[in-house]
Protein backbone atom coordinates (compact mmCIF):
# COMPACT_ATOMS: atom_id res chain seq x y z
CA UNK A 1 0.00 0.00 0.00
CA UNK A 2 1.55 3.05 -0.85
CA UNK A 3 1.51 5.93 2.06
CA UNK A 4 -1.38 8.44 0.64
CA UNK A 5 -3.37 5.50 0.82
CA UNK A 6 -2.21 4.22 4.40
CA UNK A 7 -2.75 8.13 5.73
CA UNK A 8 -6.48 7.81 4.01
CA UNK A 9 -7.11 4.66 5.96
CA UNK A 10 -5.46 5.43 9.06
CA UNK A 11 -7.43 8.86 9.03
CA UNK A 12 -10.94 7.18 8.61
CA UNK A 13 -10.14 4.68 11.20
CA UNK A 14 -9.64 7.38 13.31
CA UNK A 15 -13.20 8.70 12.70
CA UNK A 16 -14.87 5.52 12.87
CA UNK A 17 -13.12 4.64 16.65
CA UNK A 18 -14.17 8.36 18.11
CA UNK A 19 -17.32 8.59 16.27
CA UNK A 20 -19.60 7.91 19.52
CA UNK A 21 -17.24 10.20 22.12
CA UNK A 22 -17.34 13.01 19.24
CA UNK A 23 -21.12 12.75 19.00
CA UNK A 24 -21.61 12.46 22.74
CA UNK A 25 -20.23 16.12 23.55
CA UNK A 26 -22.59 18.19 24.30
CA UNK A 27 -20.76 21.50 22.99
CA UNK A 28 -20.74 19.88 19.58
CA UNK A 29 -22.36 22.46 16.98
CA UNK A 30 -25.50 22.09 15.48
CA UNK A 31 -24.47 24.40 12.40
CA UNK A 32 -20.84 25.58 12.09
CA UNK A 33 -18.77 23.53 10.52
CA UNK A 34 -16.32 21.28 12.23
CA UNK A 35 -13.96 18.05 12.14
CA UNK A 36 -15.47 14.74 12.19
CA UNK A 37 -12.32 13.75 14.93
CA UNK A 38 -9.35 15.41 15.69
CA UNK A 39 -8.01 19.40 15.02
CA UNK A 40 -9.24 21.71 12.51
CA UNK A 41 -7.77 25.10 11.66
CA UNK A 42 -7.16 27.05 8.40
CA UNK A 43 -10.02 27.61 5.63
CA UNK A 44 -8.33 26.92 2.61
CA UNK A 45 -9.14 26.27 -1.14
CA UNK A 46 -12.59 28.30 -0.57
CA UNK A 47 -14.34 28.38 -4.09
CA UNK A 48 -17.77 27.83 -6.28
CA UNK A 49 -17.23 25.60 -9.04
CA UNK A 50 -20.30 24.58 -11.13
CA UNK A 51 -22.87 25.70 -8.46
CA UNK A 52 -20.99 24.12 -5.75
CA UNK A 53 -19.22 25.53 -2.70
CA UNK A 54 -15.85 23.44 -1.75
CA UNK A 55 -14.45 24.41 1.66
CA UNK A 56 -11.34 22.71 1.95
CA UNK A 57 -9.80 23.01 5.87
CA UNK A 58 -6.58 22.12 7.55
CA UNK A 59 -7.04 18.98 9.32
CA UNK A 60 -5.33 16.83 12.28
CA UNK A 61 -7.06 13.57 12.69
CA UNK A 62 -5.18 11.51 15.09
CA UNK A 63 -5.01 14.13 17.43
CA UNK A 64 -5.95 17.79 18.82
CA UNK A 65 -3.06 19.44 18.34
CA UNK A 66 -1.28 20.37 15.39
CA UNK A 67 1.45 18.29 13.22
CA UNK A 68 1.35 17.01 9.79
CA UNK A 69 -1.84 18.57 8.09
CA UNK A 70 -4.28 16.98 6.00
CA UNK A 71 -6.96 18.94 3.58
CA UNK A 72 -10.64 17.58 4.52
CA UNK A 73 -13.50 18.59 2.19
CA UNK A 74 -17.08 20.03 3.04
CA UNK A 75 -19.46 20.66 -0.35
CA UNK A 76 -22.17 22.88 -0.02
CA UNK A 77 -25.14 23.93 -2.89
CA UNK A 78 -26.56 26.73 -0.24
CA UNK A 79 -23.70 27.78 2.48
CA UNK A 80 -25.79 26.00 4.65
CA UNK A 81 -26.16 22.32 4.45
CA UNK A 82 -22.89 20.57 3.76
CA UNK A 83 -21.56 17.38 2.83
CA UNK A 84 -18.04 15.78 4.36
CA UNK A 85 -16.09 14.84 1.65
CA UNK A 86 -13.30 12.41 1.17
CA UNK A 87 -9.90 13.52 1.72
CA UNK A 88 -8.74 16.11 -0.45
CA UNK A 89 -4.98 15.89 0.29
CA UNK A 90 -2.69 13.97 2.48
CA UNK A 91 1.18 14.55 3.52
CA UNK A 92 2.02 11.68 1.36
CA UNK A 93 4.73 13.14 -0.92
CA UNK A 94 8.32 14.23 -0.06
CA UNK A 95 7.52 18.50 -0.80
CA UNK A 96 5.05 17.82 2.00
CA UNK A 97 5.74 15.14 4.28
CA UNK A 98 5.63 17.46 7.50
CA UNK A 99 2.04 18.51 6.37
CA UNK A 100 0.12 19.88 3.75
CA UNK A 101 -0.46 23.70 5.13
CA UNK A 102 -2.82 26.07 3.70
CA UNK A 103 -3.72 27.83 0.49
CA UNK A 104 -6.42 28.42 -2.25
CA UNK A 105 -8.45 27.27 -5.22
CA UNK A 106 -8.92 28.59 -8.58
CA UNK A 107 -10.88 27.29 -11.93
CA UNK A 108 -8.96 26.47 -14.84
CA UNK A 109 -9.84 25.04 -18.29
CA UNK A 110 -12.67 22.88 -16.48
CA UNK A 111 -10.78 22.04 -14.01
CA UNK A 112 -9.87 22.89 -10.04
CA UNK A 113 -6.59 24.27 -9.60
CA UNK A 114 -5.20 24.25 -5.57
CA UNK A 115 -2.27 25.54 -4.63
CA UNK A 116 -1.06 25.12 -1.11
CA UNK A 117 2.02 25.34 0.73
CA UNK A 118 4.02 21.84 1.53
CA UNK A 119 5.74 21.89 4.83
CA UNK A 120 9.03 19.70 5.22
CA UNK A 121 11.33 19.53 8.63
CA UNK A 122 14.15 17.50 8.94
CA UNK A 123 15.28 15.66 11.86
CA UNK A 124 16.54 18.68 13.82
CA UNK A 125 13.53 20.72 13.40
CA UNK A 126 14.93 22.62 10.57
CA UNK A 127 12.00 24.01 7.86
CA UNK A 128 11.79 23.76 4.43
CA UNK A 129 8.77 25.13 2.46
CA UNK A 130 7.74 24.56 -1.01
CA UNK A 131 4.48 26.36 -3.13
CA UNK A 132 2.12 22.75 -4.30
CA UNK A 133 -0.10 22.29 -7.13
CA UNK A 134 -2.67 19.78 -7.59
CA UNK A 135 -4.82 19.68 -10.08
CA UNK A 136 -9.10 17.88 -9.67
CA UNK A 137 -11.37 17.03 -12.58
CA UNK A 138 -14.35 16.14 -10.35
CA UNK A 139 -13.20 18.34 -7.14
CA UNK A 140 -12.94 15.06 -5.13
CA UNK A 141 -9.94 13.49 -6.40
CA UNK A 142 -6.61 15.63 -6.93
CA UNK A 143 -3.68 14.82 -9.50
CA UNK A 144 -0.67 16.02 -7.01
CA UNK A 145 1.76 18.49 -9.74
CA UNK A 146 4.66 19.45 -6.76
CA UNK A 147 6.48 22.25 -6.08
CA UNK A 148 6.08 24.91 -8.39
CA UNK A 149 7.46 27.97 -6.69
CA UNK A 150 11.13 27.33 -4.19
CA UNK A 151 11.96 29.78 -1.55
CA UNK A 152 13.31 32.67 -3.03
CA UNK A 153 16.04 34.58 -1.37
CA UNK A 154 15.83 37.32 1.22
CA UNK A 155 12.93 34.72 2.89
CA UNK A 156 12.90 32.28 5.76
CA UNK A 157 11.21 29.06 5.48
CA UNK A 158 8.34 30.58 7.05
CA UNK A 159 6.85 31.15 3.80
CA UNK A 160 3.37 29.99 3.20
CA UNK A 161 -0.71 30.42 2.19
CA UNK A 162 -0.61 31.23 -1.49
CA UNK A 163 -3.46 32.29 -2.21
CA UNK A 164 -3.99 32.66 -6.30
CA UNK A 165 -6.43 34.62 -8.52
CA UNK A 166 -6.83 35.35 -12.35
CA UNK A 167 -6.88 39.43 -13.54
CA UNK A 168 -6.29 41.10 -16.93
CA UNK A 169 -4.77 37.70 -18.78
CA UNK A 170 -2.61 36.87 -16.15
CA UNK A 171 -2.88 34.92 -13.09
CA UNK A 172 -1.36 36.23 -9.53
CA UNK A 173 -0.15 34.77 -6.57
CA UNK A 174 0.41 36.40 -2.91
CA UNK A 175 2.18 34.59 0.08
CA UNK A 176 2.70 35.14 3.71
CA UNK A 177 5.92 35.01 4.66
CA UNK A 178 8.82 36.08 6.76
CA UNK A 179 11.66 38.29 5.31
CA UNK A 180 15.24 37.11 7.01
CA UNK A 181 15.79 40.38 9.29
CA UNK A 182 12.08 39.02 11.13
CA UNK A 183 9.83 41.02 9.49
CA UNK A 184 6.22 40.36 8.24
CA UNK A 185 5.84 40.56 4.33
CA UNK A 186 2.79 39.51 1.53
CA UNK A 187 4.89 38.61 -0.96
CA UNK A 188 3.87 38.91 -5.03
CA UNK A 189 4.33 35.89 -7.55
CA UNK A 190 3.00 36.65 -10.87
CA UNK A 191 2.70 33.65 -14.29
CA UNK A 192 1.07 32.99 -18.06
CA UNK A 193 -0.04 29.67 -17.24
CA UNK A 194 -0.13 28.63 -13.88
CA UNK A 195 2.86 26.64 -13.09
CA UNK A 196 5.80 28.49 -13.79
CA UNK A 197 6.04 31.65 -11.10
CA UNK A 198 8.40 35.04 -11.41
CA UNK A 199 8.79 36.67 -7.98
CA UNK A 200 7.84 40.13 -7.97
CA UNK A 201 8.83 41.17 -4.45
CA UNK A 202 7.26 42.44 -1.23
CA UNK A 203 3.99 44.41 -1.97
CA UNK A 204 3.19 44.94 1.96
CA UNK A 205 5.50 44.72 4.99
CA UNK A 206 9.20 44.03 4.79
CA UNK A 207 10.20 46.65 6.19
CA UNK A 208 8.46 49.32 4.43
CA UNK A 209 5.70 51.47 4.15
CA UNK A 210 2.82 51.92 6.82
CA UNK A 211 3.51 48.47 7.72
CA UNK A 212 6.73 48.74 8.07
CA UNK A 213 7.11 47.46 11.51
CA UNK A 214 4.01 44.92 11.97
CA UNK A 215 4.77 42.01 13.50
CA UNK A 216 7.35 39.30 12.51
CA UNK A 217 5.07 37.19 10.10
CA UNK A 218 2.48 37.87 8.27
CA UNK A 219 -0.11 34.48 7.73
CA UNK A 220 -2.46 33.74 4.92
CA UNK A 221 -2.95 36.51 3.00
CA UNK A 222 -5.87 37.64 0.62
CA UNK A 223 -6.22 40.42 -2.00
CA UNK A 224 -8.73 41.20 -4.02
CA UNK A 225 -11.18 43.71 -5.75
CA UNK A 226 -14.36 45.11 -3.81
CA UNK A 227 -16.59 48.55 -4.47
CA UNK A 228 -13.61 50.22 -6.55
CA UNK A 229 -10.75 49.12 -3.49
CA UNK A 230 -8.27 46.29 -3.51
CA UNK A 231 -8.52 45.13 -0.16
CA UNK A 232 -5.65 42.85 1.28
CA UNK A 233 -6.87 40.42 3.87
CA UNK A 234 -4.00 38.63 6.30
CA UNK A 235 -3.12 37.61 9.72
CA UNK A 236 0.03 39.20 11.72
CA UNK A 237 1.84 37.96 14.42
CA UNK A 238 3.69 39.32 16.64
CA UNK A 239 1.59 42.68 17.07
CA UNK A 240 1.71 44.41 20.93
CA UNK A 241 -1.46 45.19 22.85
CA UNK A 242 -2.64 48.91 21.66
CA UNK A 243 -5.13 50.37 23.50
CA UNK A 244 -8.52 47.73 22.74
CA UNK A 245 -6.47 46.84 19.82
CA UNK A 246 -4.49 43.52 19.42
CA UNK A 247 -5.06 41.87 22.69
CA UNK A 248 -5.49 38.02 20.99
CA UNK A 249 -2.26 36.61 20.75
CA UNK A 250 -2.18 37.22 17.02
CA UNK A 251 -4.70 38.86 14.81
CA UNK A 252 -6.87 39.27 11.04
CA UNK A 253 -7.56 42.05 9.36
CA UNK A 254 -7.42 43.81 6.25
CA UNK A 255 -5.95 46.97 4.78
CA UNK A 256 -7.50 48.82 1.33
CA UNK A 257 -5.76 50.45 -1.66
CA UNK A 258 -5.14 50.50 -5.45
CA UNK A 259 -3.53 47.28 -6.50
CA UNK A 260 -1.98 47.86 -9.97
CA UNK A 261 -1.45 44.61 -12.04
CA UNK A 262 0.46 46.23 -14.91
CA UNK A 263 3.32 47.71 -12.69
CA UNK A 264 2.77 45.14 -9.70
CA UNK A 265 2.09 47.45 -7.23
CA UNK A 266 -0.11 47.62 -4.09
CA UNK A 267 -0.38 51.00 -2.38
CA UNK A 268 -2.40 50.54 0.50
CA UNK A 269 -3.88 52.54 3.98
CA UNK A 270 -3.53 51.66 7.62
CA UNK A 271 -4.81 48.24 9.60
CA UNK A 272 -8.05 47.18 10.55
CA UNK A 273 -9.22 44.42 12.76
CA UNK A 274 -11.95 42.28 10.97
CA UNK A 275 -12.74 40.70 14.54
CA UNK A 276 -13.01 42.38 17.98
CA UNK A 277 -13.71 38.82 19.88
CA UNK A 278 -11.78 36.29 20.74
CA UNK A 279 -11.53 33.87 18.17
CA UNK A 280 -10.91 34.77 14.66
CA UNK A 281 -7.90 33.63 12.25
CA UNK A 282 -6.92 33.21 9.28
CA UNK A 283 -9.74 34.16 7.25
CA UNK A 284 -10.28 32.92 3.26
CA UNK A 285 -12.31 34.86 0.82
CA UNK A 286 -14.02 33.72 -2.73
CA UNK A 287 -16.22 35.32 -5.29
CA UNK A 288 -18.95 33.31 -5.97
CA UNK A 289 -21.37 33.19 -9.14
CA UNK A 290 -23.93 35.67 -7.75
CA UNK A 291 -21.03 38.08 -7.55
CA UNK A 292 -20.50 38.42 -3.62
CA UNK A 293 -17.53 38.33 -1.80
CA UNK A 294 -17.88 35.96 0.85
CA UNK A 295 -15.54 35.07 3.95
CA UNK A 296 -14.71 32.25 6.28
CA UNK A 297 -12.41 32.49 9.32
CA UNK A 298 -11.35 29.99 11.52
CA UNK A 299 -12.92 30.25 14.85
CA UNK A 300 -9.89 29.89 17.25
CA UNK A 301 -6.10 31.75 17.39
CA UNK A 302 -3.08 29.56 17.23
CA UNK A 303 -1.32 29.43 20.37
CA UNK A 304 -3.81 30.49 22.58
CA UNK A 305 -5.00 28.37 24.90
CA UNK A 306 -6.06 25.58 21.94
CA UNK A 307 -5.31 22.45 24.95
CA UNK A 308 -7.53 23.94 27.45
CA UNK A 309 -10.69 24.05 25.37
CA UNK A 310 -13.22 20.91 27.16
CA UNK A 311 -13.85 19.41 23.44
CA UNK A 312 -10.67 18.27 23.49
CA UNK A 313 -12.31 15.37 26.18
CA UNK A 314 -14.47 13.93 23.18
CA UNK A 315 -11.55 14.09 20.50
CA UNK A 316 -12.09 17.00 18.63
CA UNK A 317 -11.19 20.65 18.39
CA UNK A 318 -12.35 24.13 16.93
CA UNK A 319 -14.93 25.07 14.33
CA UNK A 320 -15.20 27.43 11.55
CA UNK A 321 -17.19 30.96 11.85
CA UNK A 322 -20.52 31.58 9.65
CA UNK A 323 -20.00 32.58 6.01
CA UNK A 324 -20.22 35.99 5.67
CA UNK A 325 -20.68 38.36 2.89
CA UNK A 326 -18.18 41.25 2.58
CA UNK A 327 -19.09 44.48 1.33
CA UNK A 328 -16.95 48.05 1.54
CA UNK A 329 -18.58 50.86 2.85
CA UNK A 330 -17.08 54.68 2.79
CA UNK A 331 -13.72 52.42 3.07
CA UNK A 332 -14.69 50.11 5.82
CA UNK A 333 -15.41 46.24 5.59
CA UNK A 334 -18.81 45.61 6.59
CA UNK A 335 -19.29 42.04 7.67
CA UNK A 336 -23.01 39.82 7.41
CA UNK A 337 -24.22 36.16 7.68
CA UNK A 338 -25.01 35.09 4.09
CA UNK A 339 -28.63 35.87 3.34
CA UNK A 340 -29.19 31.71 2.96
CA UNK A 341 -28.39 31.22 6.54
CA UNK A 342 -31.97 32.41 7.29
CA UNK A 343 -32.57 28.72 5.88
CA UNK A 344 -31.50 27.83 9.61
CA UNK A 345 -34.63 29.29 10.92
CA UNK A 346 -37.25 26.78 12.29
CA UNK A 347 -40.82 27.82 12.51
CA UNK A 348 -41.72 31.42 13.42
CA UNK A 349 -40.24 34.23 14.87
CA UNK A 350 -40.81 34.91 18.95
CA UNK A 351 -41.49 39.04 18.62
CA UNK A 352 -41.20 41.20 21.38
CA UNK A 353 -41.23 44.78 21.99
CA UNK A 354 -39.06 44.72 25.05
CA UNK A 355 -38.55 47.92 27.44
CA UNK A 356 -35.53 47.75 30.48
CA UNK A 357 -35.53 50.45 33.20
CA UNK A 358 -33.03 49.46 35.44
CA UNK A 359 -33.26 46.11 36.56
CA UNK A 360 -32.63 42.09 35.01
CA UNK A 361 -35.02 40.99 32.52
CA UNK A 362 -35.55 37.43 30.98
CA UNK A 363 -37.89 37.67 27.80
CA UNK A 364 -40.54 34.85 27.52
CA UNK A 365 -39.34 32.46 25.30
CA UNK A 366 -36.31 33.92 24.58
CA UNK A 367 -34.01 31.00 26.11
CA UNK A 368 -31.57 28.29 23.54
CA UNK A 369 -28.43 26.93 22.92
CA UNK A 370 -29.12 27.20 19.12
CA UNK A 371 -30.65 30.65 17.86
CA UNK A 372 -30.73 33.83 16.44
CA UNK A 373 -31.23 37.00 18.04
CA UNK A 374 -32.34 40.54 16.42
CA UNK A 375 -32.56 43.57 18.43
CA UNK A 376 -34.11 46.67 15.98
CA UNK A 377 -34.24 50.21 16.72
CA UNK A 378 -32.15 50.32 20.34
CA UNK A 379 -33.00 53.20 22.10
CA UNK A 380 -30.69 53.76 25.10
CA UNK A 381 -29.56 57.52 25.76
CA UNK A 382 -27.68 57.20 28.71
CA UNK A 383 -26.21 53.77 30.30
CA UNK A 384 -25.68 50.60 29.68
CA UNK A 385 -27.13 47.28 28.21
CA UNK A 386 -26.19 43.78 28.86
CA UNK A 387 -26.95 41.10 27.39
CA UNK A 388 -25.96 37.10 29.16
CA UNK A 389 -26.30 33.72 27.24
CA UNK A 390 -25.96 30.99 29.78
CA UNK A 391 -24.45 32.13 33.14
CA UNK A 392 -20.92 32.28 30.85
CA UNK A 393 -20.44 34.77 27.94
CA UNK A 394 -22.34 38.06 28.15
CA UNK A 395 -21.87 41.38 25.68
CA UNK A 396 -22.37 45.00 27.26
CA UNK A 397 -22.60 48.58 25.43
CA UNK A 398 -21.73 51.54 27.53
CA UNK A 399 -23.43 54.82 25.94
CA UNK A 400 -21.37 57.11 27.94
CA UNK A 401 -18.04 55.18 27.01
CA UNK A 402 -18.96 54.52 23.24
CA UNK A 403 -17.62 50.90 23.89
CA UNK A 404 -18.87 47.84 23.36
CA UNK A 405 -17.62 44.46 25.09
CA UNK A 406 -17.57 40.92 24.61
CA UNK A 407 -16.90 38.70 28.39
CA UNK A 408 -16.87 35.47 28.97
CA UNK A 409 -15.44 33.01 31.61
CA UNK A 410 -12.04 31.84 30.31
CA UNK A 411 -11.92 27.87 29.93
CA UNK A 412 -8.13 28.08 31.19
CA UNK A 413 -8.43 29.27 34.37
CA UNK A 414 -12.21 30.37 34.88
CA UNK A 415 -11.43 34.29 35.87
CA UNK A 416 -13.68 36.83 33.41
CA UNK A 417 -11.48 38.02 30.32
CA UNK A 418 -12.88 40.68 28.02
CA UNK A 419 -12.55 42.42 24.10
CA UNK A 420 -13.61 45.75 23.19
CA UNK A 421 -14.19 48.56 20.92
CA UNK A 422 -15.10 51.78 20.37
CA UNK A 423 -18.60 51.67 18.74
CA UNK A 424 -20.29 55.41 18.79
CA UNK A 425 -23.94 54.72 18.26
CA UNK A 426 -25.50 51.16 18.95
CA UNK A 427 -28.23 50.75 16.29
CA UNK A 428 -28.86 46.90 15.97
CA UNK A 429 -27.49 43.75 16.86
CA UNK A 430 -27.78 40.32 15.27
CA UNK A 431 -26.50 37.11 17.45
CA UNK A 432 -25.86 33.56 16.77
CA UNK A 433 -25.65 31.33 19.44
CA UNK A 434 -24.80 28.11 18.84
CA UNK A 435 -24.37 25.56 21.83
CA UNK A 436 -20.05 26.79 22.42
CA UNK A 437 -20.05 29.68 20.13
CA UNK A 438 -21.26 33.17 19.61
CA UNK A 439 -21.27 35.60 16.84
CA UNK A 440 -22.68 39.22 16.85
CA UNK A 441 -23.23 41.43 14.30
CA UNK A 442 -23.02 45.28 15.14
CA UNK A 443 -24.74 47.96 13.37
CA UNK A 444 -25.47 45.83 10.17
CA UNK A 445 -21.87 44.21 10.32
CA UNK A 446 -19.96 47.58 10.89
CA UNK A 447 -18.19 45.76 13.67
CA UNK A 448 -18.23 41.73 14.66
CA UNK A 449 -17.39 40.08 17.52
CA UNK A 450 -16.39 36.36 17.27
CA UNK A 451 -15.92 33.78 20.57
CA UNK A 452 -16.00 29.90 21.62
CA UNK A 453 -17.43 29.56 25.25
CA UNK A 454 -18.83 26.84 27.14
CA UNK A 455 -21.69 27.99 29.40
CA UNK A 456 -23.00 25.03 31.57
CA UNK A 457 -24.88 22.33 28.93
CA UNK A 458 -28.04 22.49 30.80
CA UNK A 459 -28.06 26.68 31.34
CA UNK A 460 -29.87 28.04 28.30
CA UNK A 461 -30.88 31.04 30.00
CA UNK A 462 -30.41 34.79 28.00
CA UNK A 463 -30.63 37.38 30.71
CA UNK A 464 -31.15 40.94 29.30
CA UNK A 465 -29.76 43.87 32.07
CA UNK A 466 -30.08 47.96 31.91
CA UNK A 467 -28.56 50.73 33.92
CA UNK A 468 -30.93 53.14 32.11
CA UNK A 469 -34.11 52.89 30.28
CA UNK A 470 -33.60 50.82 27.67
CA UNK A 471 -35.83 49.46 24.68
CA UNK A 472 -35.69 47.73 21.28
CA UNK A 473 -37.59 45.52 18.92
CA UNK A 474 -36.76 41.63 19.43
CA UNK A 475 -36.74 38.90 17.23
CA UNK A 476 -35.45 34.82 18.01
CA UNK A 477 -35.62 32.08 16.17
CA UNK A 478 -34.88 28.53 17.03
CA UNK A 479 -32.25 27.01 14.56
CA UNK A 480 -31.74 23.58 13.09
CA UNK A 481 -29.33 21.24 13.45
CA UNK A 482 -27.10 20.66 10.33
CA UNK A 483 -24.42 18.93 11.51
Excluded at 243 to 271: C, D, L, P, R
Excluded at 326 to 336: C, T
Excluded at 356 to 376: F, P, S, Y
Aim: hydrophobic share 35%; aromatic share 14%.
Amino acid sequence: MDRDQHLRQAAYKEIEKHQLLVEQDPYRLHYHIMPLVGLLNDPNGFVQWKGTYHLFYQWMPFETGHGAKFWGHYQSKDLVNWKHEGIALTPAEWFEKNGCYSGSALVHEGQLYVFYTGNVKDEEGNRESYQCLAVSEDGVHFDKKGPVVQLPRGYTAHFRDPKVWEQNGAYFMVIGAQTDDWKGAVVLFTSSNLVDWKHVGIIAGGGKGPLEAFGYMFECPDLFHLDGQDVLVFSPQGLEPDGMKYHNVYQAGYVTGIFEAEKTSYKHGEFYELDHGFDFYAPQTTRDEKGRRILFGWMSVPDQGEQDHPTIQHQWLHNMTLPRELKLVNGKLYQSPVAELRDLREGDAIEREVSINQETRWVKGVEGKALELELKEINLKAGWLAISFGGSGRIVYSRNDQVFTMERESYVDGVVEKRQTEVKELHDLQIFLDTSSIEVFINGGEYVFTSRFYPSPNNESIQFRASQTVSFHLKKWKLRRVF
